[in-house]
């Protein structure tokens, strides 16, 4: 089992963030996750620094491998561009970008370059076909094909990595899931199964849930607001009646390291070989000093290197 740190670009300006990447590799983490987006979930988080740029400086940075999201749709990234721009990493850094979650997107994200925003049986065409197209580049493909959204013509990629990335399905719900599974590499949540654990820390159960409450309450917003909504005050308003008593229904909160280990030991038991955590708590110096202390010392060096 790889026990991996989610860098939050929602939650911290890039460059705060190169520094807690570097924090992460110090303080025992065995890869880091990213997420893609233009906006953050909520107006109180405040950032949302842009992943591909950041992945360059964060890969020179440490020696860990990255995963991130992505995707492929066609509305803030052409699959073109987007392959140019995995294929270009992976070269530099080889089998250190492990997989890219390619999913249908967020209204949230994708809607701001103004090309409206489709139900989700053209948002799932759109990702298979996205896809597809930078799959076939990274194989070293001259990809010339048309879609109703957008069209490569005579695209090849000229600089290519050895190996590929592995491209997993990002899928919020069992159908979805369903669909990806013959086509992608792994799931969140599948084969091979990845888990973001989201937690609270703290030095004391109430300043973990009031971290939980202030920071990432957008956790509670209803599954199918997700992909719909369109501006971080939209989650802001949807969340608005939670009292910080209700938190704890959708976000553990972890103040001691056997919490913590016993969410890691109840997920492994479930098949899950890779648990990125994301604390939502904006102290993350004391958090990596809490896991460096009292969870990754208690991990088998066989968890942390499979």
Known sequence: MLIGYHASHEQFPPSRLLTLAKAAEDAGFGGIMTSDHITPWSERQANSGN??????AALAATSLPFSSLAIPGGWRYHPVV?????????E?????????????????????????WPDK??????????TEIIRALLRGDTVSVRHPWFAAEDAKLWSRPARSPLFFGAALTSATAAWMGPWADGLITGKPRVLQLQVAWATNKEEARIAAWQN????????????????????DAVTRGMAPEEIEDVIPLIVHGEELLALIGAAGSCGFEEIYIHNVSLDQEGFLWFMA??????????AQNK
């Open 293 to 302: 202390r009292e969870v990754i010392p208690y991990l088998t060096s066989d």
């Open 121 to 130: 049986t053209q948002r799932n065409e759109r990702l298979l076909a996205g």
């Open 92 to 116: 530099i850094y080889p089998d250190r970008l492990r997989w890219i979650a390619v999913g249908s997107g967020e209204a949230l994200n994708e809607a701001v370059v103004g090309n409206g």
């Open 216 to 235: 990432w309450r957008n956790a509670a917003a209803p599954p199918d607001c997700l992909a719909e909504l369109k501006l971080p005050r939209d989650f």
């Open 82 to 90: 987007l392959a140019h721009t995995i294929a270009t990493l992976a």
């Open 51 to 56: 992943n591909w740029a950041w992945l360059g």
